[in-house]
């Protein structure tokens, strides 16, 4: 059984159609990037699946069972742009708070999680006193020490610097590794979606449909160094013939 199903998914708000007829298998353990432009409807694919919005018509399902379900096990981390860190707890204490409410048995310590983010020396420190990418890295604690089986993460790295984005990439690639998950990522990123993804899946604008998906079969890990490689070249010379074409077509 997949671990997240689009099943013939459509979404209308109001007069705007969203999404259209979505359908979109994801395994157990897989990374999948959802590419698009800007309003095709990326967030609302990744709201479905934690539980914040309600098909129109068809359905989401994780392993067979509803999003509410699962999001009431605590199932799912979510991470979003701007890290959603409380400025006046310490950062030991921003990702305890995920642990005081979700009080699940098989959490790592809050410390060993930060300590395994490069954070071990930052407990004590306040969100203010860290660099936009360390803040991240935090929020990304607060969302995985509960340790999840699902990720959901809508362009985690876009308010960051170029080089910042880059670290973060290596960095959740290796997270991943000793904490493996199902991961969606919503990202404009290409070099993003490649450097992350066993697949990805490039979205039509509006209304959102699938366009094409796109395997990506890097070994892993994969390092920094693999951007320098003409094999990683050519693979975003392909995500960005399918996002062209996508463009290409509206405008006729
Ligand atoms: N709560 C909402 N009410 C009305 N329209 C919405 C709402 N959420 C999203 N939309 C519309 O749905 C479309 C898809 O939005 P979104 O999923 O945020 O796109 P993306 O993340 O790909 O940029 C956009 O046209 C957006 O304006
Ligand atoms: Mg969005």
Not at 2 to 16: D, G, L, P
Not at 51 to 72: F, N, W, Y
Not at 91 to 118: C, K, Y
Not at 185 to 210: C, Q, Y
């Amino acid at each position: 059984m997949s671990a997240i199903t689009f099943q013939n998914v459509s979404k209308s708000f109001a007069e705007i159609e969203a999404l259209r007829d979505i359908s979109l298998e994801i395994d157990e353990g897989e990374f999948v990037a959802l590419i698009g432009p800007s309003g095709c409807g990326k967030t609302t694919m990744l709201r479905h699946v934690i539980d914040l919005e309600k098909a129109t018509s068809g359905e989401v399902l994780l392993k067979g069972k509803s999003p509410g379900a699962i999001r009431r096990e605590y199932k799912i981390g979510a991470v979003f742009q701007s890290p959603a860190l409380v400025p006046s707890n310490t950062v030991l204490e921003n990702v305890q708070m995920t642990l005081d409410i979700t009080n699940v048995r098989s959490a790592i310590s809050p410390q060993t999680i930060l300590e395994d983010f490069g954070l071990g020396d930052f407990l004590n420190h306040y969100p203010h006193q860290l660099s936009g990418g360390m803040q991240q890295r935090v929020n990304i604690a607060a969302a995985m020490v509960h340790n999840p089986p699902y990720l959901m993460m809508d362009e985690p790295f876009s308010a960051l610097d170029e080089m910042t984005r880059e670290y973060m990439c290596e960095f959740l690639g290796e997270v991943l590794i000793s904490h493996p998950k199902t991961v969606l990522l919503v990202t404009h990123s290409i070099d993003e979606a490649v450097m992350l993804s066993d697949r990805i899946v490039v979205l039509a604008p509006r209304p959102g449909r699938v366009n094409s998906i796109l395997n990506v079969a890097f070994e892993r890990p994969r390092k920094r160094s693999l951007k320098t490689l003409p094999e990683f070249a050519e693979k975003v010379l392909e995500v960005r013939r399918e996002l062209y074409g996508v463009e290409i077509e509206e405008k006729h």
